[in-house]
């Protein structure tokens, strides 16, 4: 009965999205209808929720006479796998996209602000659509309620290497992010209707590209580490499709999160900001149409199907359809830009934007190179991190040498000379950075550049937050404490980059590896430490039993620390999984995988080492550009409070 | 004037940029693709030293394992390639399930890799695998993936 009455809300939700899309895109110049959209894009938000909650209590349930249930979950498995087992799955994790699509829409119908009426209804009907979209593509082509004739006894349970905590989180942070991009879409699509797009119209714009590049940064961050510390998904970055496909969007989002200030401060580059909107949800929709349609062979891969990946390619045309098709009718009725000098704040954002958005093209055509390269006869390829590497690290790298010139320019017109000298200090310790690694490394040119360009962003973030504090008078902490929170997540969230950039290129580049066969009481010297295994026991786990290898790591500080990796053997699937034991220092990682029992040696293991220079710095990074954006959207909620 | 010359460099400086991005990405796209072959190809399709892929189906009871260094065959229903690798085996590496290695070749000498893919999933063929298998009329599945 829950499945059906499921179903019937998430039906009841898709009627309520036409309505709320009909509403507000035919008739956005009356206010009855406006605010009839808004309250149809609130019940949208409630129906859609219902069926989710539904979802859920199916799963905590263990209904297997649900299809969705039965073949991803299993009565034994923990409650944090049931509850996360509603999306860790096709059919749920689009019914959550519907959810969080829905539940952007009725938010921003909730908060109007001082948008003019047109815009905002028209905002809100083109969000009714796009969720609408993706009810229609859940409803009927990934149905999560459809029921199982005969329902089978006990469930097959969740893929093993899912059974970890991150499925909770890492799924819904992407879905914020990607769905998040809906929002700006709407956005650029109401305003294209309007023929309008003005300063009010990018300050509408921003709190939901900071909500969408804040949700990407973290979940992408997050997906890293768990590939990280996961044995055989190649590691935090792989340029692997499914990745990429998360990183064009955040690249793009990353972009409008910068025009749209301009847009806003200057009323200049609305046009670019649209096409940026229309793009981003784009490159969203055809993320998820690479994960969904297994057209790409990823690492990260689940069984697909082709007829689910048409229809989201046909998605993806009708909204980039449209969003370009209006935007070559409409956009040139947008205002006039206003000028400014080449060099200016406005020109180093223009810079950073042109960067960005060459990458995401770069990224683009390395992903689905081989898809065009099969459609026309040339077999199958595939495009690997050497074509990554070579091409986008270059880019980012021109980026980053611009990066901290640009909050040292005013807007309009800037004084390059100033900026440079303030900039100095930071310049000197970049190049003696340069020239140590060179040293140290006897002359390996791309890590030395690489670690450069973080020291420099980094010592250049820090040096905008100290002339920040110069300005005024009065005392040091005083200013400290006034010291306006845009400056402080602009500067994370550029100190971050720097900081994830050191981290990348320290692993990249020097990660050291080895592999060995130890007998318990056996040890090995490697990466400044010795590593002996103490022994090798069987444990027992809520729905598995593991082989667990405990060993000893003596530091060459001569402090001993204790280690362990598993291998796991759950009930319901016939395959182990790994469980790599990580002990993190200053220098970095010293991360262990136990292997197979060696079969002519009794008693020994194939033990697998592997010390990963600086590797936190990476998610340090990431934490510190999440926080960025955080307190981004702080500042600008705060803002919005100031004056009504 | 002046604003005319500003606006000629900066379109200078962006096709300036956008043709080296465009250069990188062609010249990276000829160097670094890597093709799939199977193992009935691998002799006539591959260059010697060529990094390839080569995807099939683990041959039953062809899996050894002497200390760190694992070999076993892959076939395609028509040729056995036998397969040597350093690397750490994927946890969803199977007798009789789909693999895909990626390695060099060296004609006359066992298929050296340094990569064997993993997936998420049991039920999940990897495309070029099931290619192969179809072409060979090996393929016993539903749907194609």
């Known amino acids: ?109 909730s908060v109007r602000g001082r948008q003019s009426l047109g815009l905002w209804a028209r905002t809100i009907g083109v969000q009714g659509f796009v969720t609408a979209g993706a009810l229609i593509y859940t409803l009927f082509l990934s149905n999560p309620f459809a029921r199982l004739d005969p329902a089978p006894w006990i469930g097959s349970g969740l893929n093993p290497l899912l059974q970890d905590p991150a499925v909770a ?57 768990w590939a990280y510390y996961e044995l055989g998904w190649g590691g935090w970055w792989f340029w692997d499709p499914v990745e990429n496909a998360s990183f064009m969007p955040w690249l793009v989002a990353a972009a409008l999160v910068h025009s749209a200030i301009v847009t806003e401060r200057r009323g200049s580059l609305a046009s670019w900001t649209i096409l940026l909107a229309i793009m981003g949800f784009g490159l969203a929709l055809l993320g998820t149409f690479l994960v969904r349609s297994g057209v790409l062979t ?5 069984a697909v199907d082709p007829q689910r990946g048409i229809a989201v390619l046909v998605m993806l045309s009708v909204a980039l359809g449209v969003g370009f098709g209006l ?27 042109f960067g ?41 790298a021109l980026l980053f040498v611009l990066l901290p010139l640009g909050p040292m320019l005013t807007w309009r017109k800037g004084d390059l000379r100033a900026a440079l000298k303030k900039l100095a200090p930071a310049a000197i310790l970049a190049v003696l950075t340069l020239i140590i690694a060179l040293v140290a490394t006897q002359w390996r040119a791309v890590p030395a550049i690489g670690l450069m360009l973080g020291v420099w962003l980094i010592a250049g973030g820090l040096i905008y937050i100290w002339t920040r504090l110069q300005r005024g008078a009065g005392k040091f902490s005083a200013k400290l404490a006034l010291l306006p929170l845009a400056v402080w997540s602009m500067s994370l ?48 786990g809520p729905n598995y039993t593991a082989t667990r290898a405990n060993f000893r790591v003596d530091q060459s500080s001569g402090a001993a620390q204790p280690l362990s990796a598993e291998r796991r053997y759950f009930t319901t699937s016939p395959m182990p999984t790994t469980e790599v034991g990580i002990l993190s220092s200053i220098d970095g990682d010293l991360y262990v995988a136990l292997g197979e029992q060696v079969r002519e040696t009794q008693g020994a293991w194939t033990v697998r080492l592997y010390h990963n220079p600086l590797v936190h710095l990476i998610f340090i990074g990431v934490i510190l550009m999440t926080l960025g954006g955080g307190l981004s959207l702080v500042a600008l909620a705060r803002k919005r409070k100031a004056a009504p | 004037m002046r604003r005319r010359n500003q606006r000629l460099m900066i379109i200078g400086v962006a096709g300036a940029v956008l043709a080296l991005a465009a250069a990188l990405t062609f010249a990276g796209l000829r160097d670094s693709v890597v093709y799939f072959v199977a ?61 895909v ?30 290619e192969a298998l179809k072409q060979r009329g090996e393929w016993k599945g539903g749907a194609t993936p």
Not at chain 1, 388 to 393: E, G, I, L, Q, R
Not at chain 1, 527 to 532: E, H
Not at chain 2, 109 to 125: G, I, T
């Open chain 1, 1 to 109: 009965m829950i499945a059906e009455i499921g179903a019937f809300a998430a039906a009841l939700a898709l009627a309520l999205s036409l309505g709320q899309g009909a509403l507000g895109v035919f008739y956005p110049q009356s206010e009855t209808r406006a605010a009839a959209a808004a309250a149809f894009a609130q019940a949208t938000a409630l129906c859609s929720a219902l069926a989710f909650a539904l979802l859920i209590t199916l799963f905590l349930q263990s209904d297997f006479s649900v299809a969705v249930v039965a073949s991803h979950s299993h009565i034994d498995k923990p409650l944090l796998y049931k509850i996360a087992g509603a999306w860790a799955n096709h059919e749920g994790s689009m019914l959550l996209w519907c959810l969080v699509s829905a539940s952007f829409g009725a938010i921003f119908a």
């Open chain 1, 169 to 225: 989180v890492h799924p819904p942070l992407l879905y914020v992010g990607y769905v998040g991009m809906s929002v700006p879409f709407s956005l650029a699509l109401a305003a294209l209707l309007e023929g309008k797009a003005d300063q009010a119209w990018a300050r509408a714009l921003r709190p939901w590209t900071l909500v969408a590049w804040t949700s990407l940064t973290l979940g992408i961050g997050l997906g890293s580490y």
């Open chain 1, 298 to 302: 990823s690492v990260h891969a689940f």
């Open chain 1, 327 to 353: 935007y070559a009718w409409r956009a040139s009725k947008l205002g006039q830009p206003s000028g400014f000098a080449a060099v200016s704040r406005e020109s180093m954002l223009v810079w950073n934007n």
């Open chain 1, 356 to 396: 960005l958005a060459v990458a995401a093209g770069v990224v683009l055509i390395g992903t689905i190179y081989p898809l065009l390269v099969d459609a026309f006869g040339g077999g199958l390829i595939s495009v690997g991190p050497p074509f990554f590497n070579a091409t986008v690290s270059p880019l980012l």
């Open chain 1, 493 to 540: 969230a550029h100190i971050g980059a720097g900081v994830l950039t050191l981290g990348a290129v320290a692993e990249t580049g020097f990660r050291t590896e080895r592999a060995v066969a130890l007998a318990p009481g056996e040890g090995v010297a490697f990466a400044g430490r010795r590593i002996t295994l103490l022994e090798v026991g069987s444990i027992e």
């Open chain 2, 39 to 99: 193992p009935s190809e691998l002799a006539t399709k591959a260059q010697p030293g060529q990094r390839v892929r080569l995807g099939g189906l683990v041959v039953e009871g062809t899996v050894r394992r002497e200390g760190t260094i694992t070999t076993f065959a892959v076939t395609d229903g028509a040729v056995e390639v036998l397969v040597r690798t350093h690397d750490e085996l994927p946890d969803l590496f199977r007798e009789g399930q789909g693999v």
């Open chain 2, 101 to 130: 290695c990626e390695g060099q070749y060296v004609p006359g000498q066992a298929f050296e890799a340094d990569r064997v893919l993993a997936k998420h999933d049991e039920n999940y063929m990897p495309r070029e695998v099931a």
